[in-house]
């Protein structure tokens, strides 16, 4: 899977094999805070939008990295003769 593809992964369906009782405990205080950032809404509102925004901030800095090397590779910055022959699949 190339980052491009992770970049451009649906979202994930929840994971039903976890117990409460395997998950540490939620910290308060952080979903109180975002909770009212968020405008008062319910705790899972709140957690799913910080998952939210965590996942499209790590999407957005795996994108940018990639688009940094192909302007690196586009402006010649990587010697590819000190590469071994690709291999031919047949």
Partial sequence: MTVTDEAARPV?????????SDQPPIDQELLDEAQRQ????????????????????????????????????????FDYSKLPPKKVSE
């Fill in 12 to 20: 994930a369906e929840p994971r039903t094999d976890q117990t409460e």
């Fill in 38 to 77: 968020l405008n008062g809404v319910t705790p899972n509102e709140a957690i799913n939008a910080a998952l939210e925004l965590l996942c499209q901030t790590k999407r957005a800095q795996r994108r940018q990295a990639m688009e940094e090397l192909q302007r690196m590779s586009a402006e010649g910055m």
